[in-house]
């Protein structure tokens, strides 16, 4: 059975920085493509950051330079770290493995 469980979120302001984390059992977070999405009120959920099984990253325009996604093979575990936050950045934010599976979602919100 596969299990994502985020955690990390909370309330921050602007400017801040908050590290989500993702423990995953079920899959390899060192060999699965594991991605972190966010769903602000009434919108879409959109991609924020992506790692490969090879390592390689890639990350939406809007956090480039502020939101590093990296992994602990050992913990099994990814995580994102988000500095310089904006309320624009306010949103629940999932955790996703090897495309088909989800965690519960944690909640980021930055005030102003």
């Known amino acids: 059975q596969v299990q994502l469980v985020e955690s990390g979120g909370g309330l921050v302001r602007a400017g801040g920085s908050l590290r989500l984390s993702c423990a995953a059992s079920g899959i390899s977070a060192s060999i699965d493509t594991m991605r972190w999405y966010r769903q602000a009120p009434g919108k879409q959920r959109d991609l924020v950051a992506t790692i490969t099984g090879g390592g390689s990253t890639n990350y939406v325009d809007s956090v480039k330079g502020r939101f590093t996604i990296s992994r602990d093979n050992a913990k099994n575990t990814v995580y994102l770290q988000m500095n310089s936050l904006k309320p624009e950045d306010t949103a629940v934010y999932y955790c996703?493995?090897?495309?088909?599976?989800w965690g519960q979602g944690t909640q980021v919100t930055v005030s102003s």
């Open positions: 996703n493995g090897a495309t088909n599976y």
